[in-house]
C-alpha cells in the first residue's frame, strides 16, 4: 500500500483532519494487556495518587500512538511513516467517570523534504494542556 496524498498536493501549511481520541480506564487496561505495560499508575487511582500523580494516567506509549493515527489516517498507509518521535510533557489524566479523558490531536504540513517526505508537526491536547511536545512524524508520500 503506499500513501493516498500526493508529495505534488502538499505544502508546507498543509493542516491534516483535527481527531479526538476519547480514553478511559477501560481503555487502558485493554491497553495494559495488549503492550504488557501493567504498571498500577496506569489503572490504580490510589496507587497513582500515592506516587504523586493527580490521578490515574494513560500509558505514553498509548498516548504517542493516539496522536500519530492523525498522520496514518491522512495518508491512508501507516507504512508511510518513516520516523516519529515526541517528547512528553504532561500525562494524560484519566478520571474514572463518564466522561474519562480526551486526546485532542491536529496536525500540519511543517517541512517539504527530499525523496517525496514531508514533516508533519503534531498538536497533543488533554483537558488544554499540552501532553506531548515535539511530536513530529517524517512522511513518505506518493
Do not use: C
Not at 12 to 41: C, H, K, M, Q, W
Not at 100 to 119: F, M, T, Y
Request: aromatic fraction near 8%; charged fraction near 25%.
Amino acid at each position: 500500500m503506499t500513501s493516498k496524498i500526493a508529495f505534488a498536493d502538499v505544502e508546507v501549511g498543509t493542516e491534516l483532519p483535527a481527531r479526538s481520541f476519547p480514553v478511559d480506564r477501560a481503555t487502558l487496561v485493554r491497553y495494559a494487556g495488549a503492550s504488557g505495560d501493567f504498571n498500577p499508575i496506569h489503572w490504580n487511582e490510589k496507587f497513582a495518587v500515592a506516587v504523586g500523580l493527580p490521578d490515574v494516567i494513560a500509558h505514553g506509549m498509548f498516548t504517542m500512538a493516539e496522536a500519530v493515527r492523525v498522520v496514518t489516517d491522512w495518508t491512508g498507509d501507516p507504512g508511510a511513516v518513516v520516523e516519529y518521535g515526541v517528547r512528553f510533557t504532561k500525562p494524560v489524566v484519566v478520571p474514572n467517570d463518564d466522561k474519562g479523558a480526551v486526546i485532542e490531536v491536529s496536525g500540519k504540513v511543517a517541512a517539504l523534504l527530499d525523496d517525496n517526505r514531508v514533516r508533519v508537526d503534531l498538536t497533543v491536547t488533554s483537558a488544554d494542556e499540552k501532553v506531548l511536545t515535539m511530536s513530529r512524524a517524517v512522511v513518505q508520500l506518493g
